[in-house]
T-cell receptor, first 115, second 113 residues
């Protein structure tokens, strides 16, 4: 069964360092997303991406964050200069269509720990 | 704004017990409602959904009914199994800008034999 894969599963980094989280969405999907969950808090929407551009982003997704689909298969989330409060589980998701008619398929998540 | 509130966990049950996990929402318009489940070591998976009032979503013995009058979407299962142990997330997709999901905090279910 096709699945969304994410790497790394866990990354530990120092504050101020750049981090890139990678995702391989399901191959025929058109919409891509990043969500995050800070420990004990809600899963929060960060950004959606369609047709090689950001279609929607939340207030959390500030200038420190960027997304890219560099080669037609990977979908990456970059955090330019990490802060302690960026420590969270980051989930990538993809869908064939908009949510109302389709379903989001999530990866297992990448745990980011910022020291 | 849009928000989802679900009951705190963990919920601890014995096998074959009846399960209810409460979920209420706040939204403008008529959102679509979802339950996602995360089994240990896996990503979130769609369990069931309902796109309009009075719809009942069902899957794998789980059910939830979209109640507009009480703004609720409670998850139920008549007889839980050990394999149902997981974290359950209630979520909504707003009527507009519906590319994003608004999630609750998740409820951990632990089922013992």
């Amino acid at each position: 069964e096709p699945e969304v894969t994410q790497t790394p599963s866990h990354q530990v980094t120092q504050m101020g360092q750049e981090v890139i989280l990678r995702c391989v969405p399901i191959s025929n999907h058109l919409y891509f997303y990043w969500y995050r969950q800070i420990l004990g808090q809600k899963v929060e929407f960060l950004v959606s991406f369609y047709n090689n551009e950001i279609s929607e982003k939340s207030e959390i997704f500030d200038d420190q964050f960027s997304v890219e689909r560099p080669d037609g298969s990977n979908f990456t989330l970059k955090i330019r200069s990490t802060k302690l409060e960026d420590s969270a589980m980051y989930f990538c998701a993809s869908s064939e269509a908009l949510i109302k008619s389709g379903e989001l398929f999530f990866g297992e998540g990448s745990r980011l720990t910022v020291l | 704004g849009n928000s989802v509130t679900q009951m705190e966990g963990p919920v601890t049950l014995s096998e074959e017990a009846f399960l209810t996990i409460n979920c209420t929402y706040t939204a403008t318009g008529y959102p679509s409602l979802f339950w996602y489940v995360q089994y240990p070591g896996e990503g979130l998976q769609l369990l069931l959904k309902a796109t309009k009032a009075d719809d009942k979503g069902s899957n794998k013995g789980f059910e939830a009914t979209y109640r507009k009058e009480t703004t609720s979407f409670h998850l139920e299962k008549g007889s839980v199994q050990v394999s149902d142990s997981a974290v359950y997330f209630c979520a909504l997709s707003p009527n507009t800008g519906f590319q994003k999901l608004v999630f609750g905090t998740g409820t951990r279910l632990l089922v013992s034999p």
